[in-house]
Nanobody
């Protein structure tokens, strides 16, 4: 079992930055692929970014060039640096993990989920 805890959300003005963290416990995190998803009110959950256990990166088109996903395996933590934030980035952000070399943008591919952290971007 892997337990995931997100942190770092908050309220920020448009154009600002936030860094989200996803801390894992229970297993060696380096063997897991990790992704960030988000869900805005009234909308379906959508893929944001993912990082493989070999640190291959992939981003949704809506955030590419503004968001950066990274991992620190020594700290069992994955980060999402979010720059140039827009009001449409407002959502609850979730990290998710799955063991092995999975490369997927689909939420049902991931076995472990955090509780989410709220990001609100004001205009």
């Amino acid at each position: 079992q892997v337990q995931l805890v997100e942190s770092g959300g908050g309220l920020v003005q448009a154009g600002g930055s936030l860094r989200l963290s996803c801390a894992a416990s229970g297993r060696t995190f380096s063997n897991y692929a990790v992704a960030w998803f988000r869900q805005a009110p009234g909308k379906e959950r959508e893929f944001v970014a993912r990082i493989s256990w070999t640190s291959n990166l992939y981003y949704a088109a809506s955030v590419k060039g503004r968001f950066t996903i990274s991992r620190d395996n020594a700290k069992n933590t994955v980060y999402l640096q979010m720059n140039s934030l827009k009001p449409e980035d407002t959502a609850v952000y979730y990290c998710a993990a799955v063991f092995g070399s999975v490369s997927s943008d689909v939420d049902w591919s991931y076995d472990y989920w955090g509780q989410g952290t709220q990001v609100t971007v004001s205009s």
